[in-house]
């Protein structure tokens, strides 16, 4: 198997060597952007499986980076792993209006974050289902061609929205913990941060409009896709 890259945009000398150091220890191609501008250039040309991305960047800040890679069809399924200094800027920068994957706060753990890198490449490989194609309450969700759709409009998901809905519109009716959920979108074992998933479902639920309702809240437990009757 190929190797797999990661684009590394940060501004910060010794973030960009601890990681790239032990990154290419753990076999990754490792590419480096020290501002905003670089790193979308660098994103364009190496085309990464992932991106980790600094919040507070020069040029062009992380979250304009993030929006301008989620815009391009070229680069719009690249996951990006962001790092954010405070952890209240977390709604945003899950949130719809973003798109990123998943977060890490500084200062980080070395080994926590390589193990989130690792989960979110792992998902995207994950292949665990038979059906490509759930079609469940005006919602149509289209796994092979990474499309969905509600009452026959296209949607603009993350990759992990996508795989939530996937995960809830196959089993009508069953309550997901979050624990799973996040685990489904993830990869195994994984640490888990419950609230990840709620800030992913909000936004899935606003991007659902008027059928924002087949998402039901568990309490105490997580979530489900409303049942058919
Ligand atoms: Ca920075």
Redesign the pocket.
Same mark, same amino acid.
């Given at each position: 198997m190929a190797k797999q890259t990661i684009l590394i945009i /940060? &501004? /910060?000398p010794s973030i960009v060597d601890v990681l790239t150091y032990n990154l290419t220890k753990e076999g990754f191609d490792v590419v480096v952007a020290a501002d905003g501008q670089e790193g979308l250039r660098r994103a364009q040309t190496a085309l990464p499986d992932l991106v980790i991305l &600094? @919040?507070? @960047?020069p040029v062009i800040d992380g979250l304009d980076v993030c929006r301008q890679l989620r815009s391009d069809p070229k680069t719009q399924d690249i996951r990006i792993l962001m790092l954010t200094a405070r952890s209240e800027e977390v709604d945003e920068i899950v949130g719809f209006s973003m798109g990123a994957d998943d977060y890490v706060t500084k200062p980080f753990k070395l080994k926590p974050l390589i193990h989130r890198v690792k989960a979110l490449l792992r998902r995207a490989s994950v292949d665990e289902q038979s059906r490509d194609v759930v079609s469940v309450q005006g919602i149509e969700v289209d796994r092979l061609n990474h499309v969905a759709k509600v009452d026959g409009r296209e949607l603009q998901l993350t990759p992990t929205e996508f795989q939530l809905l996937w995960t809830l519109a196959q089993q009508p009716g069953r309550a997901f913990p979050r624990n799973e959920l996040l685990n489904r979108c993830r990869g195994e074992d994984t640490p888990s941060f419950e609230r990840t998933i709620d800030v992913h479902i909000r936004s899935l639920r606003q991007k659902l409009e008027h059928r924002s309702r087949v998402i039901e809240t568990v309490r105490g437990v997580g979530y489900r896709f409303q049942s058919k009757d």
């Amino acid at each position: 198997m190929a190797k797999q890259t990661i684009l590394i945009i /940060e &501004d /910060e000398p010794s973030i960009v060597d601890v990681l790239t150091y032990n990154l290419t220890k753990e076999g990754f191609d490792v590419v480096v952007a020290a501002d905003g501008q670089e790193g979308l250039r660098r994103a364009q040309t190496a085309l990464p499986d992932l991106v980790i991305l &600094d @919040l507070m @960047l020069p040029v062009i800040d992380g979250l304009d980076v993030c929006r301008q890679l989620r815009s391009d069809p070229k680069t719009q399924d690249i996951r990006i792993l962001m790092l954010t200094a405070r952890s209240e800027e977390v709604d945003e920068i899950v949130g719809f209006s973003m798109g990123a994957d998943d977060y890490v706060t500084k200062p980080f753990k070395l080994k926590p974050l390589i193990h989130r890198v690792k989960a979110l490449l792992r998902r995207a490989s994950v292949d665990e289902q038979s059906r490509d194609v759930v079609s469940v309450q005006g919602i149509e969700v289209d796994r092979l061609n990474h499309v969905a759709k509600v009452d026959g409009r296209e949607l603009q998901l993350t990759p992990t929205e996508f795989q939530l809905l996937w995960t809830l519109a196959q089993q009508p009716g069953r309550a997901f913990p979050r624990n799973e959920l996040l685990n489904r979108c993830r990869g195994e074992d994984t640490p888990s941060f419950e609230r990840t998933i709620d800030v992913h479902i909000r936004s899935l639920r606003q991007k659902l409009e008027h059928r924002s309702r087949v998402i039901e809240t568990v309490r105490g437990v997580g979530y489900r896709f409303q049942s058919k009757d």
